[in-house]
């Protein structure tokens, strides 16, 4: 049976972070979710193009090493990430965890948007965020819920997310 010190210190091999963005929706917007596109007929309004599930994600891999948020790093009142892929926004954040030595563990993400439905799309955004992150598809979680009806995501006004990463070092 290993020690309680060792046990200690081999969790000092992992971070956690957690992630969280929200964004209004309106009309004539492109709704970009997990890096796709999906057929909409509000998106995000956002400096960026708003993906709002990248966003979490990204503020989750920097809070996990104490290095702020996204817009410490990719401010909105910046002309250079006007209309930015999110996608870039995220490599950008994985080459700073990589640089630190560290490495993904998983992610898990949850979605909340009344509509359109997420489940048909969450296969795809899988795919598509796994390579980002140089990982595995089993360490990318996705999950969506709907509010209910309550609140500004439950009208249809919004959406949020939020993201929990487990960082690891990379031996």
């Excluded at 963005?21 to 796709?36: A, S």
């Excluded at 954040?93 to 898990?108: F, H, L, P, S």
Aim: overall charge negative; proline content about 3%.
């Amino acid at each position: 049976m290993p020690s309680l010190i060792r046990i200690f210190a081999d969790m000092k091999k992992f971070r956690i972070g957690y992630g969280y963005d929200v964004h209004r929706l309106e009309e004539g917007r492109d709704l970009w979710i997990g890096g796709i596109k999906i057929c909409s007929d509000k998106g995000e309004v956002a400096h960026s193009d708003g993906d709002i599930l990248l966003h979490a994600l990204c503020d989750g891999l920097l809070g996990a090493l104490a290095l702020g948020d996204i817009g410490t790093h990719f401010p909105d009142t910046s002309d250079e990430f006007k209309g930015i892929d999110s996608k870039k926004l995220l490599s950008k954040c994985v080459d700073m965890v990589e640089e630190r030595g560290y490495g993904i563990g998983n992610v898990d993400i949850m979605l909340r948007l009344e509509r359109p439905k997420i489940k048909p799309h969450v296969n795809a955004m899988r795919q598509t965020i796994a390579p980002l992150l140089h990982c595995d598809i089993g360490d990318v979680s996705i999950k969506a819920t709907t509010c209910e009806a309550m609140g500004f995501v439950g009208h249809g006004d919004g959406v949020d997310a939020s993201a929990v990463v487990l960082l690891e070092v990379k031996e």
